[in-house]
């Protein structure tokens, strides 16, 4: 419930301010609105203000909505009401009404941007883990635990930033100039050379292609919870006991201590624990479990997690209301350009469509944003925005984008584009449209299957 309700509101938020933006650039031009609609279908509710002229409806499929202008090639205008049709309005007119519902779109996400870095954005330290051998990074001379501090001039102050920024320059095929912070506090200035990466590669974690991985703090092979009646739990291991041999061999992380365990199903392991700082010896044996048709031993037993270890890696990037509309001007254009350099590489072939996202994963990310906190949720409204507003400009029959592009050829000719090409242009526009929604709905049910 919390998935649907979240994803009913973010969709009712956008098209609300989408078709507002159409409405009132519309009366702003004395144009006569006759309904304006949140939704599509059967109307729920209707309701008209002031001189009643404007019928305000919900419908019952609340997945877009429309601006229903006075307009000669929908019905027949009284003649008293041609001054107010639309198409009797000059061509510049019409299209500011038309780009001014996704232009609303793009100041919706200032807004929320602006209101999202005054409040704080989340994130994670900006430290490098281990760096993998062979790869980019380490050509490049990155070392675990230093921090990144700027990307080609640009501040990152997360690890969301930086993945931000290099994907833009993957897309551009450009090396990026990294900053660096050692432990020690000295600067550094390395060259990260990304020409071995396409825009294919940004379907999966790319930063592990570079070789680069956010810090994580180490885990120990602590004990930090037992299954009832579980193996560990039999041999007499307690929460807090620190495991130190394992099979004679010395244990230092949680990983081999998880890696002896998994290599010895059903055999007899003789383990060496510190339990209150003193060391005790103990023996179990790791039950059999198949694994993918792999067999591996368990033992019932998880690890010790250090919270402010974790929590110390968290950071919390804010500015200034002076600061921070800049910041989100910058934001809104940035992901903007990058929507367009995604859609334009699509279009090519080199990025899969399997980046196209439908309603089902949509109100997927909806209900998981929700989850996290109303600054996450606020993130993701204003991304939607962007993609909302992107889209709609694009050149496509029955888009706003298609719309512009008549009038732009209308413009330039001096009169009407002929109503056998608006229909041509229709036809188009449904087929394309009809074809991304296949392979959004393709995509999405794909990823409920796969997970």
Known sequence: MTTLLAFIVAIVVLVLFH??????????????????????????YSRRFGNGETEWVLSAIPLG???KMLDEHEDTVPEQDLPRAFTRKPVLQRMAIVVAGPIANLLLAIALYFVLFIHGVPGLKPVLGEIMPDTPAASAGLKSNQTIVSIDGQATPSWQEIRWVLIDLVLQQKSARIELRTPEG?????????????AADLDGDFLKKL?????????????GKLLE??????????????VLLADGREVALWDDWVNVVRSHPGKKLDIEVERAGARMKLSLTPEVFDEGGKTVGRIGAGAYFDKAAYEAMLTEVSYSPVDALPEAVRKTWETSVFSLKMMGKMVVGEVSLKNLSGPITIADYAGQSAHIGLGAYI?????????LGVLNLLPIPLLDGGHLLYYSVELVKGSPVSDSWWEAGQKV??????TMMFFALYNDINRLISG
Not at 379 to 387: D, E, K, M, N, R
């Open 19 to 44: 078709e507002l933006g159409h409405y009132a650039v519309a009366r702003y031009f004395d144009v006569k609105v006759l309904r304006f609609s949140i939704g599509f279908g059967r109307v729920l």
């Open 65 to 67: 909505g429309y601006v």
């Open 186 to 198: 000295e600067v550094e200035s390395k060259m990260l050379e990304m020409g071995s990466l396409t």
């Open 211 to 223: 070789g680069m991985q956010p810090y994580q703090p180490p885990v120990y092979p602590i004990i």
């Open 229 to 242: 009646g579980g193996a560990a739990e039999r041999a007499g291991l307690q929460v807090n006991d620190r």
């Open 379 to 387: 993130g993701f409204v204003a991304l939607i925005s962007i993609s």
């Open 429 to 434: 526009g449904i087929a394309l449209l009809v």
